[in-house]
T-cell receptor
Framework: AQSVAQPEDQVNVAEGNPLTVKCTYSVSGNPYLFWYVQYPNRGLQFLLK??????LVKGSYGFEAEFNKSQTSFHLKKPSALVSDSALYFCAVRDMGNNQGGKLIFGQGTELSVKP | DAGVTQSPTHLIKTRGQHVTLRCSPI?????VSWYQQVLGQGPQFIFQYYEKEERGRGNFPDRFSARQFPNYSSELNVNALLLGDSALYLCASSLKGSNEKLFFGSGTQLSVL
């Protein structure tokens, strides 16, 4: 069965410092991986996805993610954090099982807090 | 263009009642998915519809049902509500619903008392 894990419930970063939000996955076959962000009282917003190709994926708002097949990881990164990046971040993988359509399996989420 | 719209934004029900949640996708999007997000957890897949047909179903009881209309809007119905059904219900739309990005609405916050 496909799954994703986000090992950190919370990540604290000072503004201007680089940030990393970790995600590991478990899939059979090639993974289709996504990152979404959720601001308070809002739905999720798409940041980026990996389907195939370059292991470094660039996304919205200056975020990028590195796909590492040997470590089964898809960590989200940003070179310089902003206070406005504070939000809940979700890693997700496409479920490739039968009768699952475009189903995404989400991790538990990581709360990112960026302090001035 | 308007994004994904959901109604109502908040809803309070009592155990045993039923509820209908509504979703209008982005214009031109033919796929609608429903997710349940319990506080402190990631969203859990409930249903996906594409071109008015069910394309995926999550691990939810038969009390949960959905449909998609000719204009691609969708309804999620939950019968015989339980306290555990209290959650944020998210609707997401996409052009085709395969490996594309999903556009989420702000959700309906359902409280079951």
């Amino acid at each position: 069965a496909q799954s994703v894990a986000q090992p950190e419930d919370q990540v604290n970063v000072a503004e201007g410092n680089p940030l990393t939000v970790k995600c590991t996955y478990s899939v059979s076959g090639n993974p289709y991986l996504f990152w979404y962000v959720q601001y308070p009282n809002r739905g999720l917003q798409f940041l980026l996805k990996y389907i195939t190709g370059d292991n470094l994926v660039k996304g919205s708002y200056g975020f990028e993610a590195e796909f590492n097949k040997s470590q089964t990881s898809f960590h989200l990164k940003k070179p310089s954090a902003l206070v406005s990046d504070s939000a809940l971040y979700f890693c997700a993988v496409r479920d490739m099982g039968n009768n699952q359509g475009g189903k995404l399996i989400f991790g538990q989420g990581t709360e990112l807090s960026v302090k001035p | 263009d308007a994004g994904v719209t959901q109604s109502p934004t908040h809803l309070i029900k009592t155990r045993g009642q039923h509820v209908t949640l509504r979703c209008s996708p982005i214009s031109g999007h033919k796929s609608v998915s429903w997710y349940q997000q319990v506080l402190g957890q990631g969203p859990q897949f409930i249903f996906q519809y594409y071109e008015k047909e069910e394309r995926g179903r999550g691990n939810f009881p038969d009390r949960f049902s959905a449909r998609q209309f000719p204009n691609y809007s969708s309804e999620l119905n939950v019968n015989a509500l339980l306290l555990g059904d209290s959650a944020l219900y998210l609707c997401a739309s996409s052009l085709k619903g395969s490996n594309e990005k999903l556009f989420f609405g702000s959700g309906t916050q359902l409280s079951v008392l």
